[in-house]
């Protein structure tokens, strides 16, 4: 009789300590964060910009393999946009959208996913969902510390008691203008408001590198029209056919009168 197959979760090697954390400006915030954005944690974002920070931040860590995408469907008004995702220099293929049946079911799929050992990052989009509470979130950071699995918590509405790593404020910021008033990479202000053990109060603007899918902080560049191809890396007349950076969100049709 042959030998039973067993299944058995995949073998990733742990990240090295030197890559275990996400930088942001290289500068005074990644120096209060103790070097950058912990991998091994669970980090909460809210504001408007929260979605395309979470897809930068999942795209800027050093693990490879899938981006795992949790969300409660019956808050949900649509899906990630695969073109957007592209044009922040991901590949739609990594990202793996989950949508459940409610908050509860949200998180014991996040609970099963912290113990996977082939994922690069898992997003929860818990929105304003009461369910997430400081003993979740507390399970969440725990999880997230013991496993090494990068975890972005995305919330909606006024900031509540958490034991996540960090919390931040996400908005868009305008872009540097490039050759003939040409929008430039996209840009996010960030405000960190909390930190575990360490300072908070820091704000600071950066600009995504979609190339090498890492931050540049804004202050880096002078305020002045660069060629478009310089920019990018690509030649002019390519860049100019690209569409902006597409929208959090694709909407849904409308529905027919009854």
Known sequence: MPPVARLLPPVVPPVPAAVGRVTLDGGRVDAALGGGLALAGCHEIYGPGGTALALMLALAAPRAGPILWLADARQDDGRIHGAGLAELGGDP?????????????????????????????????????????????????????ASGLFTLLLRAGPSRPSAALTRWQARAAPSRRLAADAPGPPRLALTLERQRGGPADLTLELEWDRDRRRFIPAAAFAERAIPIGAAFGRSAAHIGALPAVAARRTPRPARAAA
């Open 93 to 145: 293929g990594r990202l793996w959208l989950v949508q459940a049946g409610g908050a509860l079911p949200m998180l014991r799929a996040a609970a099963e996913a912290q113990r996977c050992a082939a994922l690069a990052c898992v997003v929860i989009e818990a929105g304003a969902a009461s369910a997430v509470d400081l003993t979740v979130t507390r399970r969440l950071q725990l999880a997230a510390a």
